[in-house]
């Protein structure tokens, strides 16, 4: 007579000590007791050529026939439950019945990445420099205290190369220079006058709008430049002395490496070609006064940037402290 062993029918083994196949069979239901149907159970046996797969019906019951005897895994999957697997022995002529697979739901890790572009992160921190005020009062613009500073794309140097050219300060600043070059009689073709004051007013005002759209706006945006003075505040004196000298002729690239500075060189060479124009006949002098011009910038650019390490800082209250 066969015998009960662990829930598995035991044949009585027959004494010529012949293997024979046996049967494993089960029902998949769930933590709740339900039955799982359209489960997929996969049998993997010691040979895998002899791997057999079958689903549970709609009793949730699943079984495998013609079982060779020896070591097994079970491997149950459904869709939102996690997998489960199970091992076990078979022996000769056995009708292995698994014990009920209660599968647990599926856990679901879903991963959020929030981030901002590049081109956002410049936004910002451009929108701080546009704060960024002399005694609360003269733009301080083209200044970065953020030494990694994004790089700003073509919209942006065109947009904060506007904002300069029309921030009232601007205009005052050419209407005093307009008045000094009048009161010594600078540029006499203008004549006197308010009508002379007016050109001289005029040509201030033209040479601040080509140099700024061209050195730090048209140029920088073709050669992939940054028109910023990125502060540097740490080392000797000396060693800032000279950075402050050598950002007149070099600059940051939008690939943050450190190259030539084409876009001031040349936007004041330029600009200074461009005001052969509009000055009057007998203070032009052609390619002397193109490269005079040019000059005067590359200096200009040289004593602001000395002043923007040493001085402005302290005097610009919204800058950033780190």
Aim: hydrophobic share 35%; glycine share 12%.
């Amino acid at each position: 007579m066969p015998s009960r062993e662990n829930g598995a029918i035991q044949p009585e083994m027959p004494s010529t000590g012949e293997r024979l196949p046996g049967s494993i069979s089960g029902t998949v239901t769930d933590q709740s007791g339900a039955v799982v149907a359209g489960a997929r159970v996969k049998l993997t046996v010691d040979s895998p050529s002899a791997s057999q797969e079958a689903l549970s019906d709609t009793e949730g019951e699943f079984s495998f026939t013609h079982v060779a005897p020896g070591s097994f895994q079970l491997t149950i999957t459904a869709s939102g439950f996690a997998t489960q697997t199970s091992s076990g022995t078979l022996h000769s002529g056995e009708n292995y019945i698994l014990p009920s697979s209660a599968l647990a739901v599926a856990t679901t890790e879903t991963d959020v990445e929030v981030g901002v572009t590049r081109v956002e992160v410049a936004e910002d921190q451009m929108k701080v420099e546009e704060q960024q005020r002399v005694f609360g009062v003269l733009p301080n613009f083209y200044v970065s205290y953020v030494p990694n500073a994004a790089p700003l794309d073509a919209k942006q140097k065109f947009k904060l190369a506007g904002r300069t050219v029309v921030d009232p300060f601007t205009f005052v600043f050419v209407a005093g220079a307009a008045g000094v070059e009048q009161a010594q009689n600078h540029f006499r073709g203008y004549g006197q006058g308010a009508q002379g004051y007016a050109k001289r007013f005029g040509a201030g005002y033209a040479d601040t709008v080509a140099g700024t759209f061209i050195g730090s706006a048209i140029l920088p945006s073709l050669l992939k430049q940054d028109p910023r003075y990125f502060y540097k505040g740490t080392g000797s004196t000396s060693s800032r002395f000279l950075y402050a000298l050598a950002n007149a002729v070099i600059c940051k690239g939008d690939n943050g490496r450190w190259q030539p500075n084409y876009s001031n060189v040349l936007g004041n060479l330029a600009a200074g070609g461009i005001s052969n124009l509009y000055y009057p006949p007998q203070d032009r002098d052609g390619a002397g006064l193109t490269l005079e011009n040019g000059a005067i910038g590359i200096g200009a650019t040289a004593v602001s940037n000395i002043f923007q390490e040493f001085i402005i800082r302290k005097l610009t209250p919204k800058a950033p402290k780190n």
